[in-house]
């Protein structure tokens, strides 16, 4: 069969060589070598396909030969121990289960089930949220005084307060730190 196929090799490139000069001569000439070309490719597969049949029929042949006594053998034992071929084959088949067949997504535990996930987006819509319902709010105008002018007040309260009553010990101790407090806030106490 290989001899065939070299044969007809050689004499397909003898052809092609020869056509190939004749080609030369007219542009009907070509294509009729281009035919020739395509029908001797075509010969050329139709054999190798062949061969390559053949020869993996002969290695199938060659493959079960070799495996036949081993199955007999298989099957003798699990004529003889079917208790035991029976638990091999189900220990076999679990373990080819678990390796094979994909796995269930993780069950979610308690914590993870109540417990929101909060991205970033979420705090900035929550913060852009907050913000517009604030600005929505209609507050009543309030004189707008400085800080140091209601400290101010508070001090020039309790410095002119009554000093007589339950509460003049302390309501003195009071009276002057409210000045001192009072002289460093307009500056006077400045060394």
Do not use: C, Y
Request: glycine content about 6%; proline content about 5%.
């Amino acid at each position: 069969m290989a001899n065939t196929a070299k044969h007809s090799e050689s004499e397909a490139k003898n052809n092609a060589s020869g056509k190939a000069t004749r080609a030369g001569s007219g542009g009907a000439e070509s294509a009729e070598t281009i035919a020739d070309l395509r029908a001797t490719l075509a010969s050329l597969a139709n054999e190798v396909s062949t061969i390559v049949e053949q020869r993996s029929r002969a290695a199938a042949s060659a493959a079960a030969e070799a495996v036949k006594p081993h199955v007999d053998t298989v099957q003798q034992s699990i004529r003889r121990q079917p208790v035991i071929s029976m638990a091999l084959a189900a220990g076999l088949g679990a373990l080819l289960a678990v390796a094979l067949v994909p796995r269930a997504p993780r069950q979610k535990t308690l914590r993870e089930r109540w417990v929101p996930n909060v991205t970033r987006a979420d705090l900035n819509n929550l913060a852009d949220q907050l913000s517009s319902a604030v600005s929505r709010l209609h507050v009543p105008s309030m004189p707008s005084m400085p800080d140091t002018s209601s400290f101010e007040r508070v001090l020039s309260k309790l410095a002119h307060a009554d000093p007589t009553g339950p509460m003049s010990n302390a309501f003195d101790k009071i009276a002057e730190w409210a000045l001192g407090a009072r002289k460093k806030v307009n500056g006077s106490g400045r060394k």
